[in-house]
Nanobody, 121 residues
């Protein structure tokens, strides 16, 4: 079993900042990457940012330059610093981990339950 504990969502005014965190634990042999996705009402889930075990990052186009993803590898924890928030960032943010449950076993995905981020204008 894998657990993802998300925290840090909430309500913020446009131009403000929030920091999300997500801690992965459980039957994880190795984390391949940790990331954040978001889904706004009526829209598809989209990548916000992800970070690999090697520290490589990938960002969605709409958040580049405003959001920063980082990690604590020892704790299997990922952080998302969100600055210059605007109402279009309003969504449920989901933590995602791709991990190997054991050596030589194919990697798999696990999703958190999501945390609401609301940006008021």
């Amino acid at each position: 079993q894998v657990q993802l504990v998300e925290s840090g969502g909430g309500l913020v005014q446009a131009g403000g900042s929030l920091r999300l965190s997500c801690a992965a634990s459980g039957s994880i042999f190795r984390v391949v990457y940790l990331g954040w996705y978001r889904q706004a009402p009526g829209k598809q889930r989209e990548l916000v940012a992800l970070i690999t075990s090697g520290g490589n990052t990938n960002y969605g186009d709409s958040v580049k330059g405003r959001f920063t993803i980082s990690r604590d590898g020892a704790k299997n924890t990922v952080y998302l610093q969100m600055n210059s928030l605007n109402p279009e960032d309003t969504a449920v943010y989901y933590c995602n981990v791709r991990y190997e449950p054991a050596a030589l076993v194919k990697s798999r995905d696990y999703w958190g339950q999501g945390t609401q981020v609301t940006v008021s204008s």
